[in-house]
């Protein structure tokens, strides 16, 4: 019985990698596809920001899908497996902190696992803004561009040329052989992301010593890094809300890797999503809370020395006069 593809999807916090999911999920290919998202925090939230599609999605949080939940991952893809002939394919979504190694690690050495599915790229998303720091700073970001066959450069409208030559320079030094794409939003073709047949276990074992360890390969996310993760069951005043996130990140923002959040707001059955790198800022209005649907909202905060007082305090004053709408 042929293998089932494995597309795995990963970059540092904040580069686009929900993004390209959805990019992948939303185009007229024809395929269907199992969803498997790892979130480093206790509260799950990838998986709502992912459109609405016919797609099976497995949330696998409250760790790293390369070190502590790393047997959950085998499970879900056994599952899997026996299900053949219901899905095309496997796209799995890291969280931001992954190791690729081991995760490669994984589909190379257990032999279940090996037997059923057979990873078709390992695709690194660059968030080309914040790149030459994250490099410099968390060994994750840097090894997240090693491993890839196919490398994107996201945010490509936000830099300037000579900036983004000398990224596409430095991501050249970090690995020779992998294809290189400029995008903003992610914007590539789906056509480019899914049959590429391009990764090359042999090429990796050879060239990467430390992959063909034994499997308990030590891997320890940099000292200082947390996730801090909150919900508040009170209705939000929008206005409060949007003043206490824009105060954060400006005074903080340099520690902050990612923060992402979908709140319950007063005045309106609509979820309100936020998500940010370091000091940018996106908003929007999502869905409405469904009738009878806890209405409650929910954060994430990654990043540096990061205080759960100040971000707990913060949300709290919040808290708007006065009910659900």
């Known amino acids: 019985m042929p293998s089932i593809p494995v597309t795995v999807l990963t970059g540092f916090l904040g580069a686009g990698k929900t993004t390209l999911l959805n990019r992948v999920l939303s185009e007229d290919h024809g395929r269907k596809f199992a969803v498997i998202v790892n979130e480093f925090g206790e509260i799950g939230i990838d998986n709502e920001l992912i459109v609405s599609s016919d797609e099976e999605i497995y949330l696998m949080n409250n760790g790293c899908i390369c070190c502590s939940v790393r047997g959950d991952l085998i499970r879900v893809l056994g599952g899997l497996a026996r299900r053949r002939g219901a899905f095309d394919g496997v796209l799995l979504e890291t969280t931001g902190l992954a190791d690729p190694a081991s995760i490669i690690q994984t589909f190379a050495m257990d032999e279940d696992t090996r037997d059923a599915f057979a990873l078709d790229s390992v695709t690194t998303v660059v968030d080309a803004v914040h790149f030459p720091r994250h490099v410099a700073e968390n060994r994750q970001a840097l090894e997240q561009a090693v491993y890839a066959d196919l490398v994107i450069l996201?945010?490509?409208?936000?830099?300037?040329?000579?900036?983004?030559?000398?990224?596409?320079?430095?991501?050249?030094?970090?690995?020779?052989?992998?294809?290189?794409?400029?995008?903003?939003?992610?914007?590539?073709?789906?056509?480019?992301?899914l049959d590429?047949?391009?990764?090359?276990?042999?090429?990796?074992?050879?060239?990467?010593?430390?992959?063909?360890?034994?499997?308990?390969?030590?891997?320890?996310?940099?000292?200082?890094?947390?996730?801090?993760?909150?919900?508040?069951?009170?209705?939000?005043?929008?206005?409060?809300?949007?003043?206490?996130?824009?105060?954060?990140?400006?005074?903080?923002?340099?520690?902050?890797?990612?923060?992402?959040?979908?709140?319950?707001?007063?005045?309106?059955?609509?979820?309100?999503?936020?998500?940010?790198?370091?000091?940018?800022?996106?908003?929007?209005?999502?869905?409405?809370?469904?009738?009878?649907?806890?209405?409650?909202?929910?954060?994430?905060?990654?990043?540096?020395?990061?205080?759960?007082?100040?971000?707990?305090?913060?949300?709290?004053?919040?808290?708007?006069?006065?009910?659900?709408?």
């Not at 005043?237 to 105060?247: R, V």
């Not at 929910?298 to 305090?313: T, Y």
Request: aromatic residues 6%; proline residues 5%.
């Open 154 to 193: 996201n945010k490509a409208d936000l830099v300037d040329a000579p900036a983004m030559a000398a990224i596409e320079a430095t991501v050249r030094r970090l690995n020779d052989t992998a294809e290189i794409v400029r995008a903003t939003r992610c914007d590539v073709p789906v056509g480019k992301l």
């Open 196 to 325: 590429r047949k391009a990764f090359d276990i042999g090429q990796l074992l050879f060239g990467n010593p430390a992959l063909a360890g034994a499997p308990g390969h030590a891997h320890e996310h940099d000292h200082g890094i947390a996730s801090i993760s909150l919900t508040v069951d009170a209705p939000l005043d929008p206005e409060e809300l949007g003043d206490f996130l824009a105060t954060l990140l400006r005074e903080h923002g340099q520690d902050i890797y990612r923060c992402k959040g979908i709140m319950a707001v007063a005045g309106t059955a609509q979820r309100f999503i936020f998500q940010g790198v370091h000091m940018y800022l996106e908003t929007a209005w999502g869905a409405p809370f469904k009738d009878g649907e806890a209405r409650e909202s929910r954060a994430v905060f990654i990043g540096r020395g990061l205080d759960r007082n100040i971000l707990e305090k913060g949300l709290a004053a919040c808290t708007a006069k006065g009910g659900h709408p």
